[in-house]
Structure formats: structure tokens, C-alpha cells
């Protein structure tokens, strides 16, 4: 089995246990069976008072020991959480970063991509309708939501475009990335689907996930 099929059926046994619905939206014919796979991984959300559910947290670990398992290097590897006593943690030399938005897109750039390369993102947190996936808190409440322009705009920048790009994203509500504005079909301006990329999410715009 190639890397690309390894890939999406990992992710798709990591949702179907967690008990979560599944949404797909793909093509096919932008995924070349050479390319070098790089990974940003993040486990999102604390409360104010640093708590969070571990089961992200286990779910971050697991996805990084199966890509470990199918090739991808350690050093293309980006690790961010909410766990506070795992943020500055070393693993093989990647430096765990707390979950934020910032940090986020800066690990995706840190990557270096270019042609030759692909993109994988899998993320597991709470997600609020209409307001996007839950990171940690960071200056004020309004930090934590990535929003769908966020996204859209953020995988814009550095050539992004045209790296192939598969996105695994756990969250409540989290089906929002698919459609564009927050599930208005006649404003999909902001959709993160392309021709060279993948979004699976757990739930669709309208719905919760548990996992």
C-alpha cells in the first residue's frame, strides 16, 4: 500500500474509533506517489485554568507514531499542544510548541515546502459554530478561534497553494471548512477545498463530534 492510501486509512480508523462521522472532499489525480510528506500536529484548547481533555492529547500522540511508522521523518515533523508540562519538551529534536494560532502557522512555514513536497495536518480540539477550531488561549479569548478566513488566507501564503495538502481536522462543527462561510452556499469564498487538497472532518457545519 502506498504512502498516500497508508495515510488517509490511518486517519480514517482514527475517526471511525473515536465514534465520529466522517466528510471527505478530495481529488484524486493532484497526489503523486514521490513526494516527500511534512506534518504539522496539534492537540488544541486549555480552559483558563490550563485544563484539558487528554483523549486530544492522546489522539496527537497516536497520529504521530503511525506517520513515524509510514515514512515521514521526525525532523518534517511540527508538534504543538495545550498541555503545558508537554510544551518545551524535545522529541528526536522537535521542539514541543504550545497550541496556538500563531504558532501554528509559523510550524507550517517552518517546513520549508516546495515542489516535490506534501502537506499534512491533523487536528483534534473543541470547535464552535461559526467561530472555527478551539487552540489555546493566548492574549484574549478571541485568540483561540481559527476561523475559516484565518485558514483560507494562512494556507495562501508562501507558495502554499501549490502544495498537496491533506487536512484531518476533530472538532465540533468542524464540517465549516468544507463549505466556506460558515455553511452559506451561496458565500463559499473561503473553502479550503482544491484540486491538489484533501479535507476530512468529523463532523459536518451544523453538528457536534465526540472524540
Not at 168 to 173: E, L, T, V
Amino acid at each position: 500500500m502506498n504512502l498516500k492510501k497508508s495515510i488517509l486509512l490511518a486517519f480514517i480508523l482514527l475517526f471511525v474509533t473515536n465514534g465520529s462521522i466522517v466528510i471527505a472532499s478530495s481529488s484524486e489525480s493532484a497526489f503523486s506517489e514521490d513526494l516527500t510528506w511534512k506534518a504539522v500536529i496539534v492537540s488544541g484548547y486549555a480552559s483558563e485554568n490550563g485544563n484539558v481533555l487528554l483523549n486530544w492529547d492522546r489522539s496527537r500522540r497516536k497520529f504521530h507514531q503511525q506517520i513515524l511508522r509510514r515514512g515521514i521523518l521526525q525532523k518534517d515533523i511540527r508538534i504543538l499542544t495545550s498541555l503545558q508540562y508537554e510544551v518545551g519538551r524535545t522529541v528526536n529534536d522537535t521542539i514541543i510548541r504550545s497550541a496556538t494560532i500563531d504558532n501554528f502557522f509559523q510550524s507550517i512555514y517552518s517546513l520549508g515546502l516546495k515542489k516535490g513536497d506534501g502537506l499534512i495536518i491533523f487536528m483534534t480540539s473543541h470547535g464552535s459554530k461559526k467561530k472555527g477550531f478551539v487552540f489555546e488561549i493566548a492574549n484574549n479569548y478571541q485568540d483561540r478561534f481559527l476561523s475559516i478566513e484565518q485558514f483560507y488566507f494562512g494556507l495562501k501564503k508562501n507558495g502554499l497553494e501549490k502544495i498537496p495538502t491533506a487536512i484531518f481536522i476533530s472538532a465540533c462543527y468542524s464540517g465549516q471548512y468544507i463549505d466556506g462561510v460558515y455553511g452559506r452556499p451561496e458565500t463559499n469564498d473561503y473553502r479550503l477545498t482544491r484540486y491538489n487538497r484533501i479535507v476530512m472532518t468529523a463532523a459536518s457545519n451544523k453538528t457536534s463530534s465526540f472524540g
